[in-house]
């Protein structure tokens, strides 16, 4: 690898983290702003957290996180309200990573250039559902009682020898929606449409991807092949993708605050463990990156695993997607049932913070996956979209054995318990290895007695690894 290559690359990431006394523009929003009509258009401002010392009282990271934005947000809101009518036609404030998404006419966005409290202003951008890899060829790839994947990272036994399914952990899932189908039936607690305005938790997926993905982390087995990793999950779910895969910045930013608190109650802990993300892309704008990053920054603060497909654009290196390519974020790379490393499954490594990261973390099966279909029935799909549900899944049932592991914990087991594939040691293909489910909820067993860590009353105990499925 020649340092020389990326020079001029990392010099502008590196620019993302510099301070600026005005704001940081997205180009993409100049160019809409040479626009001579007075319309409306539709920006995020991300703004500088003000008086961080006045939240050491605050209790919780949730309530640090408000009483920051409502500081830091304060006056411009006042102003805004002041402005005259017509100029604004929304504003909506967001805690996740003190942010405001405003709709406004072009004179008033470019008033906003000058303000010393905003950090960056960026471009409501388009975002799209990466496509899964269309299934060719008839063969069937599962064991006779579950799909391959399962078998393969060994769940089964952990639901038998240690009997861990992920009972009373919550999912959080931002995709598609989901559908109704007798494998979720009384699994979703609590879903929400971002992007079309359908009513509240009702089945609303005419797409197919996120109920496919909800199969594969907490389906059952009623068709007599199991589909899920861990069967007794509960389910919070945003749909941040139309029926026809598309999506902008803002519905997804707005999903991920409201999937870390569906009541909208800082004093109760509602949020999911884990929440799993089978999308991503390209994210060369400073001020994208900034928004999705610190909206993971906050999951994590709020002890959120963040699970992201890595994408399905290898296998030429330097294609892992965002917000899977950033440090906060488990990217998850495809292998097939032979542990393959899929042809499509993106590569890292990722370019940021002024060095090379290795990416993805951990690959799972994602090729030829069997999970629910949104019309009812099954169908097989492949992508890192199938793998990522499954790490996803495994993540549950860590946090049903041991409720009090923190993210950093979580990737850390993952990590020393997978397979090692490809390269000795973690790699830009496979990452530290194959998932490994039965393994890595032994470690977090005995992570947690070791550390007096609560464990679940349920739980039977770590077993010896003798290497069989």
């Known amino acids: 690898m020649k340092q020389v290559q990326f020079t001029a690359l990392l010099l502008v990431l590196g620019m993302c983290s510099q301070y600026w006394a005005k704001p940081i523009v997205d180009p993409a929003l100049r160019m809409q702003l040479l626009n001579k009509d007075d319309a409306s258009i539709r920006v995020i401002a991300k703004f500088r957290d003000r008086d961080r010392g006045k939240m050491a009282s605050q209790t919780g990271i949730q309530s640090q996180k408000i009483a920051t934005s409502l500081v830091s947000q304060r006056q411009f809101i006042r102003e805004m309200g002041l402005m005259k009518k017509g100029k604004i036609q929304r504003i909506t404030s967001l805690w996740i990573n003190n942010s405001i998404i405003l709709e406004a006419n072009v004179s008033l966005i470019r008033e906003l250039f000058d303000r010393d409290d905003i950090e960056l202003l960026?471009?409501?951008?388009?975002?799209?559902l990466e496509e899964t890899v269309p299934y060719?060829?008839?063969?069937?790839?599962?064991?006779?009682?579950?799909?391959?994947?399962?078998?393969?990272?060994?769940?089964?036994?952990?639901?038998?020898?240690?009997g861990?399914?992920?009972?009373?952990?919550?999912?959080?899932?931002?995709?598609?929606?989901?559908?109704?189908?007798?494998?979720?039936?009384?699994?979703?607690?609590?879903?929400?449409?971002?992007?079309?305005g359908?009513?509240?938790n009702r089945p609303?997926?005419?797409?197919?991807?996120g109920t496919h993905v909800l199969g594969t982390i907490g389906g059952g087995d009623k068709s007599g092949k199991a589909i899920g990793v861990a069967p007794n999950v509960r389910f919070i779910v945003a749909k941040i993708f139309s029926d026809k895969g598309a999506s902008n910045i803002s519905s997804i930013l707005r999903a991920m605050q409201w999937v870390a608190d569906p009541d909208s109650n800082p004093n109760t802990s509602d949020h999911p463990g884990v929440i799993s993300n089978s999308w991503?892309?390209?994210?060369?704008?400073?001020?994208?990156?900034k928004l999705m990053r610190d909206a993971l920054s906050t999951w994590r603060e709020m002890g959120i695993v963040p699970v992201f497909a890595a994408g399905n654009s290898g296998p030429t290196p330097y294609t892992v997607?965002?917000?899977?390519?950033?440090?906060e974020a488990i990217a998850v790379g495809a292998i097939d049932s032979s542990d393959k490393i899929a042809?499509?499954?993106?590569?890292?490594?990722?370019?940021?913070?002024?060095?090379?990261?290795i990416k993805p973390e951990i690959t799972g099966p994602g090729v030829k996956i069997l999970s629910a279909a949104h019309k009812g029935g099954y169908v097989r799909m492949s992508g890192t979209s199938m793998a990522a549900p499954h790490v996803s899944g495994v993540v549950a049932l860590m946090l049903q054995a041991a409720p009090r592991l923190t993210p950093a914990m979580v990737s850390k087991i993952l990590q020393e318990t997978s397979r090692d594939l490809g390269e000795p040691g973690k790699d830009t293909q496979f990452g530290a290895g194959r998932l490994d489910a039965f393994r890595a909820v032994s470690r977090a067993i005995e992570f947690a007695q070791a550390q007096n860590i609560s464990v679940a009353s349920n739980a039977k105990g770590s077993r010896r690894d003798d290497g069989r499925n």
């Open 280 to 289: 991503g892309g390209k994210m060369k704008s400073c001020t994208h990156q």
């Open 343 to 357: 042809k499509f499954s993106s590569r890292g490594p990722v370019p940021i913070d002024g060095k090379m990261l």
């Open 321 to 327: 997607g965002f917000p899977g390519g950033f440090p």
């Open 164 to 196: 861990i399914t992920g009972k009373e952990v919550k999912v959080g899932v931002l995709d598609t929606g989901y559908a109704k189908h007798r494998d979720l039936k009384g699994k979703v607690i609590a879903a929400r449409d971002f992007i079309s």
């Open 198 to 200: 359908k009513k509240d």
């Open 204 to 209: 609303n997926d005419g797409q197919g991807h």
């Open 136 to 162: 060719l060829g008839e063969d069937d790839p599962d064991p006779q009682g579950t799909t391959y994947g399962l078998s393969l990272i060994r769940a089964p036994r952990v639901w038998s020898e240690l």
């Open 122 to 128: 960026s471009h409501d951008k388009e975002f799209r």
